[in-house]
């Protein structure tokens, strides 16, 4: 049984004021696996002070110690690679495929900062200004628990360079895989209070920071409905939100794509972290000219993604965090027969041979209409729509046909006419023919997939605020006895009045 009774203030492992307890489990066992000790307001009081006091220094450090600081984060993260990894295995059933990415990754993102940071120019001259990027102050990062250590090293790694403190509070249910990190980050040796790290719950932990007089910047990656509300908070102080919502991403094969390389990448896009992801492609868009064999394909290609235990290297795709999610996962599936759509794998109830745990069985339907709710709405969950469409034309509108534009996928074997179509498409990041994750391109949704935008050199500056100083200086104009005054440009003759 894991126990974990502190909380991260100031540099310090600490007992929590608070003294709720909420349980973990291991969702590929459905067991208690331990317990953690829930800050409360008072914490969260306690780590903004903490934030504040360090803020005034930190702020002022120079870029190059700054650096140091991301770099040793890196060290030790990264030393701490295989038990973030056993955590988040145990804390949360992903798969070997998604932690095999994410557990040497979550170092990286501080490396990554460091090299933006080298070359991003904190001054500048714009115009008669001299404008600096000032850190924004004081800074909280809420995060979900589907990605956990990752979320918190991207937001962290940016507040640093910026020169911002943080508060961070994590999801509850991530309890574990908080804790390596918070070791991991302590173990740099960072002056304290620049991050402090409170677990407790949203509604009481996370209200309390995001209404907090002295907390200047909330970034969140959530839901679309929490992030709603923390702006309508945030709007009463005026503070600055970087939010990273949910999504319902396109996949857009093309007509000309080649279907024996193309649909295992799209199930993998589809299925990713077993559905539980914001960018997961869950709208597969297939011209209808091709419809009949890309069914064929993906129901014969889904079974090699098989839903099972998160320690077997040939799973894919891993139980849901809880049972709530579970349920919610299953209340879809339901939905979607109920709205005429027809089930082409997958289904209600657990997969075969598997009696416990949430699991769900990785689901496509087939015959979806983008008005659909499951076409709609983010399941969260490995449920994957196949909606047909006419022509390029149609697979445009019905993309951007969403509430969502958070990312999207087009597979094409021609990469010229598969930009084109990136081109129009409403979503932060569009990737063509399964390319690769760049670390320095932002990531971030438009529409109601979020504001603003994290990593590369948008990630750093929504954590900066610039300040622009426009300099007067006066001058005695010996020659009439009068004073004029002088702007740096344009230069003009001295006289009474006139400026120079
Ligand atoms: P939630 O929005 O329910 O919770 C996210 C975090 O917000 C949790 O830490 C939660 O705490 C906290 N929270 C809840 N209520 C409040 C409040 N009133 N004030 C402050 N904080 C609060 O999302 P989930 O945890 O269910 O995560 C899944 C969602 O995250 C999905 O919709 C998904 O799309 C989105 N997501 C977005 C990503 C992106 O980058 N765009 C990436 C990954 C996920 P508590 O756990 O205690 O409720």
Redesign the pocket.
């Known amino acids: 049984m894991h126990i974990i009774d502190r909380t991260y203030i100031d540099g310090k492992f600490i007992e929590p004021h608070g003294d709720e307890w909420a349980p973990l489990f291991n969702p590929a066992t459905e067991e208690q696996i331990g317990s953690v000790r829930l800050a409360d307001a008072q914490d969260a009081d306690r780590a903004v002070a903490a934030a504040k006091r360090a803020f005034s220094t930190f702020s002022n450090t120079a870029k190059e110690e700054r650096i140091d600081m991301l770099n040793r984060l890196h060290a030790a993260v990264l030393a701490r690679t295989d038990d973030l990894a056993c955590a988040m295995r145990e804390e949360y059933g992903a798969p070997s495929n998604f932690i095999g990415f994410s557990a040497p990754r979550a170092g990286m993102v501080f490396l990554e900062m460091a090299r933006t940071l080298k070359d991003y120019e904190f001054r500048r001259r714009m115009g008669s200004a001299d404008v600096e990027m000032r850190p924004s102050g004081v800074a909280v990062a809420?995060?979900?628990?589907?990605?956990n250590y990752s979320?918190i090293c991207g937001k962290l790694s940016a507040a640093i360079a910026a020169g911002a403190t943080m508060m961070i509070?994590?999801?509850?249910?991530s309890a574990l895989q908080t804790q390596v990190i918070t070791e991991c980050l302590h173990a740099a040796g960072l002056p304290s209070g620049i991050f402090n790290i409170v677990t407790?719950?949203?509604?009481?932990?996370?209200?309390a920071?995001?209404t907090h007089r002295d907390v200047s910047k909330i970034t969140?990656?959530?839901?679309?409905?929490?992030?709603r509300?923390?702006v309508q908070?945030a709007a009463a102080t005026m503070k600055r939100v970087t939010m990273?919502?949910?999504?319902k991403c396109p996949t857009v094969i093309l007509d000309d794509a080649d279907l024996e390389v193309v649909i295992p990448q799209v199930l993998a896009a589809g299925f990713r972290n077993s559905g539980?992801?914001?960018?997961a492609g869950t709208r597969i868009l297939a011209p209808e000219s091709r419809l009949n064999e890309i069914e064929e394909r993906l129901s014969h290609t889904v079974k090699e993604f098989r839903a099972g235990y998160p320690a077997d290297d040939q799973v894919q795709v891993g139980p849901m965090v809880s049972q709530k999610?579970w349920d919610r996962v299953q209340s879809y599936i339901r939905l979607g027969q109920e709205e005429g759509a027809r089930l082409l794998a997958g289904g209600e109830g657990r997969p075969e041979g598997l009696h416990r745990g949430w699991f769900v069985k990785p689901t496509i339907f087939t015959g979806v209409r983008n008005d659909m709710r499951i076409a709609r709405e983010?399941i969260?969950g490995p449920v994957l729509s196949l909606i047909p469409y006419r022509d390029e034309e149609d697979a445009i509108a019905i993309a951007n046909d969403s509430d969502y534009g958070?990312q999207a996928h087009v597979f094409s074997s021609d990469v010229e006419r598969a930009k084109r179509v990136a081109n129009q498409i409403e979503a932060g990041r569009v990737f063509i023919n399964d390319a690769p994750h760049d670390p320095l391109a932002p990531?971030?949704?438009f529409k109601q997939?979020?504001i603003g935008r994290?990593f590369g050199v948008f990630g750093l500056e929504a954590f900066l605020e610039p300040r622009a100083v426009l300099s007067l200086r006066y001058k005695y104009c010996a020659a009439r006895g009068l004073r004029g005054i002088i702007f740096s440009t344009p230069r003009r003759p001295c006289g009474r009045g006139s400026r120079e």
């Open positions: 809420i995060t979900p628990w589907n990605s979320f509070k994590p999801s509850e249910m407790g719950y949203g509604n009481v932990v996370g209200a920071l995001t969140f990656t959530g839901s679309t409905a929490t992030g509300r923390i908070t990273e919502l949910g999504g539980q992801a914001c960018i999610q983010e969260f958070l990531f971030g949704g997939s979020g994290e």
